[in-house]
Structure formats: structure tokens, C-alpha cells
């Protein structure tokens, strides 16, 4: 799997991936940001593990026929164009929530999604769900 984005929300889904790494593996990250980058390989050293390497530029990391999937963990404006990128590339896509900015942009990424074939989805807080309250 690949992160897109590696900022605080980022590095609070890794230390949960990191109690479960016989089950998921983080293979390659996206993140323009060296400050943001250098704070989520922290996490890594702390586990005992080594970080995974850094492909600024998503398109470029794209090309890496070697990824399943990719968890978007970015500000809400790129969700649609990174996810769009993600599925056209055949990845499955997790996102964080927001979905997207708008209703047109979640209609059009789910025909994106049909036409790709591939899984998208959306991590949502279930906390405000009608069985928690």
C-alpha cells in the first residue's frame, strides 16, 4: 500500500499499521513535505522498522507497477484528483474523509471507480454513528 501524504492525520493512522504489521505493509509514501516526511519516518525508527522510502511526486510513484492500493491522507482539495489518479492507475483507494470537495466531484469519482473496476472507499469516525450515541 502507498501513502499519499504523510501530515499529523497520516502519522495517527501509522501507529495503529505499525501494531498490525503482519497484516498491512506501508511499501512507499507521496509527500512533497521533507518536515512531514521526516516526522512519519520517526514512527518507523521508534517501531523498530525502517521507513519506507519517500516519492514526492505522485505520478511518478504511479508508475511503480508493484502497488494494490493507496490510503489518501491529504487536505480535502486533492482528494479528487488524487483518487482519480489512484484508480485510473488501478489501485484500490481508501480516503480519508472528506470524500471530496462537492457532490459533482464525488459523482464523477464514482464513475471513475465503476469504469476502473477497482475499490474506492472512505474512512469515516463512526463515533457520531446512531449506535453510539
Same mark, same amino acid.
Given at each position: 500500500?502507498?501513502?499519499?501524504?504523510?501530515?499529523?492525520?497520516? $502519522?495517527?493512522? *501509522? $501507529?495503529?499499521?505499525? %501494531? %498490525? %504489521?503482519? *497484516? *498491512?505493509?506501508?511499501?512507499?509514501?507521496? !509527500?512533497?513535505?521533507?518536515?512531514?516526511?521526516?516526522?512519519?519516518?520517526?514512527?518507523?525508527?521508534?517501531?523498530?522498522?525502517?521507513?519506507?522510502?519517500?516519492?514526492?511526486?505522485?505520478?511518478?510513484?504511479?508508475?511503480?507497477?508493484?502497488?494494490?492500493?493507496?490510503?489518501?491522507? *491529504?487536505?480535502?482539495?486533492?482528494?479528487?484528483?488524487?483518487?482519480?489518479?489512484?484508480? !485510473?492507475?488501478?489501485?484500490?483507494?481508501?480516503?480519508?474523509?472528506?470524500?471530496?470537495?462537492?457532490?459533482? !466531484?464525488?459523482?464523477?469519482?464514482?464513475?471513475? $471507480?465503476? $469504469?476502473?473496476?477497482?475499490?474506492?472507499?472512505?474512512?469515516?469516525?463512526?463515533?457520531?454513528?446512531?449506535?453510539?450515541?
Amino acid at each position: 500500500m502507498a501513502f499519499i501524504g504523510c501530515g499529523g492525520m497520516a $502519522r495517527s493512522h *501509522t $501507529r495503529r499499521i505499525l %501494531q %498490525q %504489521q503482519d *497484516t *498491512t505493509e506501508v511499501k512507499i509514501v507521496c !509527500e512533497p513535505s521533507a518536515n512531514s516526511y521526516e516526522a512519519f519516518c520517526e514512527l518507523f525508527e521508534e517501531a523498530g522498522r525502517s521507513p519506507p522510502p519517500n516519492e514526492p511526486d505522485l505520478e511518478r510513484l504511479l508508475q511503480n507497477g508493484e502497488l494494490d492500493a493507496a490510503f489518501i491522507i *491529504t487536505p480535502h482539495v486533492l482528494h479528487f484528483s488524487q483518487a482519480k489518479a489512484c484508480l !485510473e492507475a488501478g489501485l484500490d483507494v481508501l480516503l480519508e474523509k472528506p470524500m471530496v470537495m462537492n457532490a459533482e !466531484e464525488a459523482l464523477a469519482l464514482i464513475d471513475v $471507480r465503476d $469504469r476502473s473496476e477497482r475499490l474506492l472507499s472512505v474512512s469515516f469516525n463512526g463515533s457520531m454513528s446512531p449506535q453510539v450515541i
